[in-house]
């Protein structure tokens, strides 16, 4: 069956200093692979999205960046943490090239910045 | 573009009370729609889903029918516990996208 892993669960970071998110899927060979982030009370918004290695979509711009080195795995990325960046990131994937399928999302890591 | 819209909660009921958890939708072609629940602290989960008109899907005693006339997926559970309180959210998918609704919060009060 297919898992999918986020870490750390919780990070409380300075404003200025990097970011480095990771997630993981296993069980499944070229997923399609978003990340969302939600903000204290409120619904998703969709950050980024890949459906492939190297391949990345970005909905919003903003202070982060993303990346997919391996099939597997996708990085969030900050190089300057900024107080609004402050919330709860959630990773999700889907089988790929199947459009109707539901996304199944990791546990989420709570950022704060001080 | 897609998009769905859900009644704004909180939703307060008590424990073995009826929910009803509205959502709306507007889509082109034939999407697939889902509900997803988040308990606190935690990610999203599937509940159910439903992939053509008149499907109803179900799980863990919550239900939704796929309504294309009213396009319409309203969550419904007949007898609601505490450990129900959370927010739920409806999608639906397009395009290996989902459009999320803005999310209900349900209390559930013993």
């Known amino acids: 069956s297919q898992t999918i892993h986020q870490w750390p669960a919780t990070l409380v970071q300075p404003v200025g200093s990097p970011l480095s998110l990771e997630c993981t899927v296993e069980g499944t060979s070229n997923p399609n692979l978003y990340w969302y982030r939600q903000a204290a009370g409120r619904g998703l918004q969709l950050l980024f999205y890949s459906v492939g290695i190297g391949q990345i979509s970005s909905e919003v711009p903003q202070n982060l960046s993303a990346s997919r080195p391996q099939d597997r795995q996708f990085i969030l990325s900050s190089k300057k943490l900024l107080l609004s960046d402050s919330g709860f990131y959630l990773c999700?994937?889907?089988?790929?090239?199947?459009?109707?399928?539901?996304?199944?999302f990791g546990d989420g890591t709570r950022l704060s910045i001080l | 573009g897609d998009s769905v819209t859900q009644m704004e909660g909180p939703v307060t009921l008590s424990e073995e009370a009826f929910l009803t958890i509205n959502c709306t939708y507007t889509?082109?072609?034939?999407?697939?729609l889902f509900w997803y629940v988040q308990y606190p602290g935690e990610g999203l989960q599937l509940l159910l889903k439903a992939t053509k008109a008149d499907d109803k899907g179900s799980n863990k005693g919550f239900e939704a029918t796929y309504r294309k006339e009213t396009t319409s997926f309203h969550l419904e559970k007949g007898s609601v516990q505490v450990s129900d309180s959370a927010v739920y959210f409806c999608a639906l998918s397009g395009g290996n996208m989902l459009t999320f609704g803005g999310g209900t919060r349900l209390m559930v009060k013993p």
């Open positions: 999700a994937w889907s089988p790929d090239r199947d459009s109707n399928q539901p996304q199944h």
């Open positions: 889509a082109t072609g034939y999407p697939s």
